[in-house]
Nanobody, 120 residues
Framework: VQLQASGGGLVQAGDSLRLSCAAS????????MGWFRQAPGKEREFVAR???????AYADYVKDRFTISRDNAKNTVYLQMNSLKPEDTAIYYC???????????????WGQGTQVTVSS
């Protein structure tokens, strides 16, 4: 499975961005997709995940601002980020798992990451 994340950029606080993660290869068994992020000097942390049928889960610090969705026909997962804050600045990674989890180590495949920078 190969994952290609895109959509990052430099925005101002309060702006929106939509990240995309395109999956290719043997994707059928990796039904659960997640987004994680790593800010400078910090450990990578969970952001959101979605199952094949659309069941979602979010970290408290992004709930009500971020929305994860997927287009199964396109093998693509999206992360709509609204009301961005400077503390959302990080490299955002998408990942694929065979289980619904927020635990990074369970995710088998990772994309290369896309930089999101939010200025104040």
């Amino acid at each position: 499975v190969q994952l290609q994340a895109s959509g990052g950029g430099l925005v101002q606080a309060g702006d929106s961005l939509r990240l995309s993660c395109a999956a290719s290869g043997r994707t059928a068994s990796n039904n659960f997709m997640g987004w994680f992020r790593q800010a400078p000097g910090k450990e990578r942390e969970f952001v959101a995940r979605i199952g094949w049928g659309g069941t979602t889960a979010y970290a408290d610090y992004v709930k009500d601002r971020f929305t994860i969705s997927r287009d199964n026909a396109k093998n693509t997962v999206y992360l709509q980020m609204n009301s961005l804050k400077p503390e959302d600045t990080a490299i955002y990674y998408c990942a694929a798992s065979t289980y619904p989890t927020t635990t990074q180590s369970v995710y088998n495949y990772w994309g290369q990451g896309t930089q999101v920078t939010v200025s104040s």
